[in-house]
């Protein structure tokens, strides 16, 4: 059989350039809270994400933690249930009812028209996720948060060097979240950011993520550790320098499974929109009724010939064995249909367009 492809593989600086990186700390000895490293990457993700505060973490899960602490959240959050079970986690962890919204139909992104009529006296913040790169409604969800005074995290772990109208979308909501694992598009093998307009809203997230410590004599906030390390933010310089050139070589490969797939009849393609810039992190499809097989048949079928796509994501989460107990009749008509339909393919800097075809090839031969 051919090689096999995976869904994804993490991209790599040089084993040179990475050891040049982190030479210093053979002198230093400093490997982690917040030294030389961590700082430096601190103003190179100010620049690359055009915003005036952020605090390095552990994880993109952390990010989101931090943060809801850190907003001092309680009550009920509104939020989606197509996204990585890490934002329902989030919000479960810290007391939280989430309480789902269902999702639109052609971005997969929560639903704003619809979101409204969720709202009740105990609800303290909406919780959107800007999934597989695709801007939410971040106008109209700006204006329901004023009028009920909510606040408003992005889960933005999808969107690293996504432009909307020509800016960077770190800058929407009361802070918006990165995950910088190993999988996504930049990383820093694990780690996360929490982006913010507010100095002292990321103090305190940096006191959280520190075990809320304030300085040698005080502990202000009952925090946790969820520092960056000086490994993980030396490798996030190294695969920052190389960001452009990771997007324009997955730009290619998008663009050649869009010319590829647009033709073929019940395979629906990720939304394009004039107004935003992807960052072609990932490529989902929907397998829809016209095409001969459905999606489970289809993952099944990339599988024998060594493709290794992904429901990603599936199952929703108030479906998931730890939440369906909880979550028994919930009205979530789009997010299941997609979910049920969605299959996200191999996608990562350097997969070759002989790759694509050979997996557009099996597609397309579904149809004899
Ligand atoms: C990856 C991811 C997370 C969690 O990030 P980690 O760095 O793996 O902790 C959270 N939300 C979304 C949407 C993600 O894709």
């Known amino acids: 059989m051919d090689k096999k492809i995976f869904v994804t593989?993490?991209?790599?600086?040089?084993?040179?350039?990475?050891?040049?990186?982190?030479?210093?700390?053979?002198?230093?000895?400093?490997?982690?809270n917040m030294g030389a490293h961590h700082e430096k990457l601190k103003k190179e993700l100010k620049d690359y994400l055009q915003i005036p505060e952020i605090a390095l973490v552990s994880s993109g899960h952390m990010a989101l933690e931090t943060a809801i602490q850190a907003l001092e959240l309680t009550g009920e959050v509104i939020t989606t249930p197509f996204t990585f079970v890490s934002t329902t986690h989030a919000l479960v962890r810290n007391g939280i009812q989430p309480v789902y919204c269902d999702i639109r139909e052609d971005d997969y992104t929560i639903d704003a028209d619809k979101m409204e009529s969720l709202i009740t006296d105990k609800t303290t913040a909406i919780l959107p996720v800007h999934v597989y790169?695709?801007?939410?409604?971040?106008?109209?969800?700006e204006e329901i948060a004023k009028k009920y005074e909510l606040k408003v995290i992005y889960d933005a772990s999808h969107a690293f060097g996504v432009k909307y109208k020509g800016k960077a979308l770190a800058g929407y909501g009361d802070v918006a979240t990165f995950s910088f694992h190993a999988t996504k598009i930049f990383h820093t093998v694990e780690g996360g950011a929490v982006c913010s307009h507010d100095s002292s809203l990321n103090e305190k997230i940096h006191r959280i993520k520190n075990f809320g410590i304030l300085d040698e004599e005080h502990v202000q906030e009952i925090g946790m550790n969820a520092k960056m390390n000086e490994l993980q933010a030396a490798m996030g310089s190294c695969n920052l320098r190389h960001i452009e050139q990771e997007i324009s070589q997955r730009r290619n490969i998008y663009l050649e499974y869009r010319k590829c797939l647009e033709p073929c009849v019940g395979i629906r393609l990720n939304r394009k929109r004039e107004d935003v810039e992807t960052n072609c992190a990932y490529f989902p499809i929907i397998v829809e009724?016209?095409?001969?097989?459905?999606?489970?048949?289809?993952?099944?079928?990339?599988?024998?010939?060594?493709?290794?796509?992904?429901?990603?994501?599936?199952?929703?989460?108030?479906k998931m064995d730890c939440y369906q107990k909880i979550y028994k009749n919930i009205n979530l008509?789009?997010?299941?249909?997609?979910?049920?339909?969605?299959l996200t393919l191999p996608l990562f800097g350097e997969m070759s367009l002989e790759d694509v075809h050979r997996i557009c090839d099996i597609i397309m031969k579904c149809y004899k």
Request: hydrophobic share 35%; glycine share 2%; charged share 30%.
């Open 9 to 32: 593989r993490s991209s790599m600086p040089s084993q040179e350039e990475y050891m040049k990186e982190i030479e210093d700390l053979w002198n230093s000895h400093w490997l982690t």
């Open 133 to 141: 790169g695709n801007v939410c409604q971040v106008e109209k969800i």
């Open 289 to 318: 009724d016209e095409f001969p097989m459905d999606r489970d048949s289809l993952y099944d079928h990339l599988k024998a010939n060594g493709i290794y796509a992904r429901k990603y994501f599936y199952p929703l989460i108030p």
């Open 333 to 342: 008509p789009v997010a299941e249909n997609i979910a049920r339909r969605v």
